[in-house]
């Protein structure tokens, strides 16, 4: 709770002071070239990029781009905010949140959708209602898993912490090793914690995909997006040669990645110092996609519907309008 109270200081003091201090301004100098920084988050939601920042393609005339990769959401947000970040990587609900705060962003298009598996080592469970009287460890309370999680367990028939207890106790980082080593029998993962865990004790096999329950009640055309890319709105008003360029290009390094997994494990430990045989193994359940922000917008605006249900705070209090969609 505190640090959800920092962050949200942090956002509402940063976007009071923007048009103050006009550092989201990014107007050329004659004759100078731009320069733009493009940041990718380390982990799931920025290795949809790292194709982009291996080729480094030219994306426009006067325009100097650099690339960066950023720790934690948090270290993100920040960077976005101050206007030294104009397109990052992010997560959806966050994007939404600092738009609501006035942030000067747009979405670019969603490029992933939940990575998210409740895993097992148990044979009595193959599906979410044999969790029934069961314990599932849960990677964080207060987020965006335990609102997903307990809508899913409800649309299954049962109620969180009357028909199954959510351990709330261990990180992502804690819960996997615990799994692989059979300490617990039951767990919530993100990937690459899930491929992982898989890898390493041949009992613990998936009985729940989040994205796949999801389907099963909002339709197979529907998802959750959980990770999009965001951009400065200034610049996308004055360069959208250089926001068209660079989407076409993402696009096509979100497909590469996809059709080349070993080689995108290669760039995700060169880049982010993350295991190359996971990510490679992994990247199929990483549902990484490009989504055109307005094609995406229905169920963006679903998934950001059912975290406003739950914790308005958790999107800035609304669903964003049309003018957050590039």
Not at 137 to 146: Q, S
Request: net charge neutral.
């Amino acid at each position: 709770m505190k640090q959800r109270i920092t962050i949200l200081l942090l956002v509402t003091l940063i976007c009071s002071s923007l048009g103050a201090l006009g550092v989201m301004e990014v107007k050329e100098e004659s004759g100078k070239p731009r320069e733009v920084k493009i940041a990718a988050l380390k982990g799931p939601t920025g290795v949809s990029m790292l194709g982009l920042i291996d080729k480094n393609p030219a994306l426009g005339e006067n325009i100097n781009v650099s690339y960066e990769i950023v720790n934690s959401p948090d270290l993100m947000t920040a960077k976005v905010l101050s206007g030294e970040v104009a397109i990052a990587s992010f997560p959806a609900n966050l994007a939404a949140k600092i738009y609501n705060r006035g942030a000067p962003v747009v979405l670019g298009a969603t490029t992933g959708y939940a990575a998210f598996s409740i895993l097992s080592s148990r044979e009595d469970v193959s599906s979410l209602k044999d969790l029934r009287g069961k314990t599932v460890y849960n990677i964080g309370k207060g987020g965006n898993t335990e609102i997903l999680l307990n809508y899913l367990l409800l649309q299954a028939g049962l109620e969180p912490g009357r028909d199954v207890t959510v351990d709330y106790r261990y990180s992502h980082l804690e819960i996997a090793p615990l799994l692989i080593t059979g300490k617990i029998d039951l767990a919530l993962l993100p990937e690459p914690f899930a491929t992982m865990a898989l890898a390493k004790n041949n009992k613990v096999r998936i009985v729940a995909d989040l994205q796949s329950e999801w389907k099963k009640i909002q339709g197979q055309d529907s998802a959750i997006p959980v990770s999009v890319v965001i951009i400065n709105k200034n610049l996308a008003a004055e360069r959208p040669d250089f926001i068209r360029n660079f989407l076409r290009e993402y696009e096509a390094a979100i497909q590469w990645i996809n059709e080349h997994p070993q080689e995108g494990g290669v760039l995700a430990e060169k880049y982010m110092e993350l295991p190359a045989d996971t990510i490679a193994s992994a990247l199929s359940r990483l549902h990484l996609v490009f989504v055109d922000a307005r094609k995406g917008r229905k169920e963006m605006e679903e998934y950001l519907s059912l975290l406003l249900s739950v914790d308005p705070e958790s999107v800035g209090g609304k669903i964003p309008n049309e003018a957050f969609y590039y």
